[in-house]
């Protein structure tokens, strides 16, 4: 199975959406194999967001992402990377779709309430750059037969 990294961003938190939110991923089947709160810094948004160091509403997100500590997840499913990023929506609230987290509690392209990591190599990235192996946990939850079938379809 895959594992991807969610986070639960300032918006979130300062909203008080975080127990929805969680609810959504664990009501659709993903596992919850890692969570912690944290308080982000530059250098780790510096990285984790490098694609946009330059861009000029950079500070902006540094601002943002640093307002509150942040909830950091790990979950786990067969195709989780692009499940969550399906549940997520587009990046712009305003224009993701009813029926995903953004689409749903969003107006915005900055305070998009979740992060989710877009490929299974960023997943595998992401993943590290946030947890530590042990802050990961392996096991499997005793309904697991209720949510795929026999051949994992
Ligand atoms: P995504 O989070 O959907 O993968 P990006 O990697 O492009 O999207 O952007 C990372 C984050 O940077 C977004 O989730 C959003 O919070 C912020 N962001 C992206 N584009 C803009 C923008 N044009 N103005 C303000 N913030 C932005």
């Known amino acids: 199975m895959e594992q991807t990294l969610v986070i639960l ?7 008080g959406l975080t127990g929805k939110i969680i609810g959504r991923f664990q009501d659709k089947g993903l596992i919850i194999t890692g969570m912690k709160m944290m308080q982000l ?5 510096r990285e984790h967001y490098a694609h946009l160091v330059e861009k000029p509403f950079f500070p902006f997100i540094l601002d943002s992402m640093m307002a509150t500590p942040v909830i950091v997840m790990c979950l786990k499913g067969i195709d989780a990377v692009e499940t969550v990023r399906l549940m997520t929506g587009a990046t712009n609230g305003r224009k993701a779709l009813p029926g995903t987290i953004r689409g749903d509690f969003s107006m915005s392209g900055q305070e998009n309430i979740v992060h989710a990591s877009d490929s299974v190599e960023s997943a595998k990235i992401e993943l590290n750059r946030f947890f530590k192996p042990e802050e990961i946990f392996d096991y499997t939850p005793s309904d697991l037969s209720f949510f795929y079938s026999p051949d994992a379809n």
């Open 9 to 15: 961003k300032p918006s979130a938190i300062h909203r």
């Open 41 to 45: 810094d530059e250098t780790i948004l």
